[in-house]
């Protein structure tokens, strides 16, 4: 066998190996956890890790993340500068809702850019900045097409933040499976598609996300991987409890290797503390995998 075909065969097999290794050990943590959990994994080496990963889950302020990568292309096609500013009046900013952007601006009256608005949904899940993100330049409709155009089917964006939160239940109609959740954001960073300023503006924002630093985050705080994400928090149950919680990112190796992981948790029976550690020790599990050169670099 030529020295090539035999190299390229090796690496085949040690990532089928690797990737039914990461799979069984996935199942067997998820076993003992009081939660439905779905996780997807894409590898530069082609290879996708699914568990639980084609059912649908709510996305919460994961639909941020959309919403952005579409924004992106419209104001790219339209050729609108990040700098355009937005006049903001007090009636656009609901009170009742988590909005560092409302609190930095009490009085309701004052003009901030795209940019910023896009920085305030990204890095700190403004629900506030999101919907105006919606009602000023591309509409919830616009976003769903945009982003089935992407070939991301498995997914539905239906409601803004101002509807959930009159009605919490519509949370349920905005969702995805895992598998395209991570397949969204391992085309955002990898896609020539995706290769002019715009959404190289949303990536730089994903690297610096500011929530979340128990979740995916977590296990990568002291290694030398970089780590672009977007977050989701579901509502409190009647004992004050999220049984949703969301984390979707790119993780960087030093060495150039990237995969993309989602890990969407729903019905949780735990604390939000017990169920972000159950997010963060799939992090874990995946990023060991990676780091003991189990998933070699594509040949």
């Known amino acids: 066998m030529p020295v090539v075909l035999e190299l390229f065969c ?49 996305l919460h302020s994961v639909a941020k993340l959309h919403q952005a990568i579409a924004i992106a292309d419209y104001l790219n096609n339209n050729e609108i500068s990040l700098e355009t500013k937005l006049a903001i009046q007090a009636y656009d900013l609901q009170p009742d809702t988590f909005s560092p ?23 700190q899940s403004d629900n506030n900045a999101c919907d105006l993100l919606f009602n000023r330049l591309l509409g919830i409709e616009a976003t769903n097409a945009y982003i089935q155009s992407l070939g991301i089917e498995h997914f539905a964006i239906r409601h803004d933040e101002r509807a959930m939160h009159a009605n919490p239940q519509c949370a349920s109609e905005n969702w995805s499976t895992p598998q395209d959740a991570a397949k969204l954001i391992y085309t955002l960073f990898t896609s020539d598609r995706f290769d002019n300023p715009y959404h190289g503006y949303i990536r730089s924002l994903l690297w610096g996300c500011e929530t979340g630093k128990n979740r995916l985050a977590a296990p990568l705080s002291d290694t030398k991987a970089r780590l672009a994400h977007k977050t989701g928090t579901g509502f409190d149950s009647e004992i004050g409890h999220p049984q949703e919680i969301n984390d979707v990112g790119f993780v960087e190796l030093p060495d150039g290797r990237h995969y993309a992981i989602a890990v969407f948790v729903k019905n949780s029976e735990n604390e939000l503390q017990t169920s972000e550690k159950m997010i963060a020790d799939i992090s874990a599990i995946v990023f060991r995998h990676f780091s003991t050169n189990l998933f070699p670099i594509g040949l």
């Open 10 to 58: 090796l690496g085949m097999l040690l990532t089928t190996n690797s990737s039914s290794e990461l799979q069984t050990e996935l199942e067997n943590f998820i076993s003992t956890c009081s939660a439905e959990i779905g996780v997807a994994v894409i590898t530069d080496c082609g290879d996708t890790i699914c568990v639980n990963a084609e059912s649908p889950y709510p």
């Open 101 to 123: 952007l409302r609190d930095e601006h009490p009085s309701g009256e004052f003009a901030i850019t795209i940019a910023e608005l896009l920085k305030f949904s990204l890095q």
